[in-house]
């Protein structure tokens, strides 16, 4: 696939675009993006309801991704990069305001600096949540105050790059006799896969969509 056009022109027409696009109906192939089935022992069940930030930030010069590097001490996905986000609370309004309290809380990021543009198809993780995308413009400046309970880093990719079909891989893992296949992009010395990968995808082929 060629590289997307829009990514040429200035940050604030790139806003337009993507807020458009995700203003309109999903394409077929960013829908059924899910676990495969497959879930963590004692994770079986109805799935909970959860919400993510992808909080896609305006450098003047490009756009870029913000993500977290989860902390090895946690229960769910230790060590994984993933966008900010976790469970809609009962205090919630919504899918929206749950992902924008979690960032607050894991990253510092406040409220005041991102403007929703829209939302992408869910995606159900193999532990057992139903997430809701939840698509932000972030402007600087702003303060990244990361909770060190939850998260061990804060660091952003450049759009273009996770944007770029060479750069979207398909992995896999055996779990025993059971292929796992998953999307992976790994940056660097960073390894961003599974669910947060998968969803990047489906944000790439929205944003694709004719």
């Known amino acids: 696939m060629p590289a997307l056009p829009f990514l040429a022109l200035p940050t604030a027409a790139q806003r337009a675009w993507i807020e458009a696009r995700l203003a309109a109906s999903p394409p077929a192939?960013?829908?059924?993006?899910?676990d495969d089935g497959h879930r963590l022992p004692g994770r079986e069940g109805p799935l909970r309801s959860a919400a993510v930030l992808v909080p896609l930030v305006?450098?003047?010069?490009?756009?870029n991704v913000?993500?977290?590097?989860?902390?090895?001490?946690?229960?769910?996905?230790?060590?994984?990069?993933?966008?900010?986000?976790?469970?809609?609370?009962?205090?919630?309004?919504?899918?929206?305001?749950?992902?924008?309290?979690?960032?607050?809380?894991?990253?510092?990021?406040?409220?005041?600096h991102v403007s929703v543009l829209g939302q992408l198809?869910?995606?159900?993780?193999?532990?057992g949540y139903d997430v809701t995308p939840v698509v932000g413009w972030v402007t600087p400046p702003f303060t990244i105050v990361r909770d060190p309970v939850e998260?061990?880093?804060?660091?952003?990719?450049?759009?273009?790059?996770?944007?770029?079909?060479a750069n979207q891989l398909r992995h896999y893992r055996m779990i025993g006799a059971v292929r796992r296949d998953y999307w992976a992009l790994p940056f660097g010395e960073r390894y961003i896969w599974g669910?947060?990968?998968?969803?990047?995808?489906?944000?790439?082929?929205?944003?694709?969509?004719?």
């Open 66 to 112: 913000l993500l977290t590097q989860r902390s090895a001490s946690l229960s769910d996905h230790p060590g994984q990069i993933s966008f900010p986000g976790g469970r809609v609370e009962p205090g919630d309004h919504d899918a929206i305001d749950a992902a924008l309290r979690e960032t607050v809380e894991e990253t510092g990021l406040a409220r005041k």
């Open 58 to 63: 305006d450098r003047g010069d490009a756009v």
């Open 121 to 127: 198809p869910h995606y159900a993780t193999v532990s």
């Open 195 to 210: 669910a947060t990968a998968a969803m990047l995808v489906m944000l790439d082929r929205v944003l694709r969509a004719a």
């Open 151 to 165: 998260v061990d880093d804060v660091f952003e990719v450049p759009l273009a790059f996770l944007l770029e079909p």
């Open 29 to 34: 192939d960013a829908l059924g993006f899910a």
